[in-house]
């Protein structure tokens, strides 16, 4: 699927619904538990109307 024909819509549930409102700034972390091999990061960072300004792989 390409960036164009996504929504860009973040949509907040649980507890955090409550506090987060339209126009707020997120953290958005995933992770993932291995013993087999080391996982390179990855920062994506959002600018307006939730486009990509900048991914940045860590380690």
Do not use: C, F, H, W
């Amino acid at each position: 699927m390409s960036v164009e024909t996504q929504e860009r819509v973040v949509s907040v549930n649980g507890g955090a619904a409550r506090l987060a409102e339209k126009g707020d700034k997120l953290i958005i972390m995933a992770y993932e538990i291995t013993q087999d091999e080391i996982i390179t990061p990855t920062i994506v960072i959002l600018g307006e109307e939730n486009i990509i300004k900048n991914i940045k792989n860590t380690l």
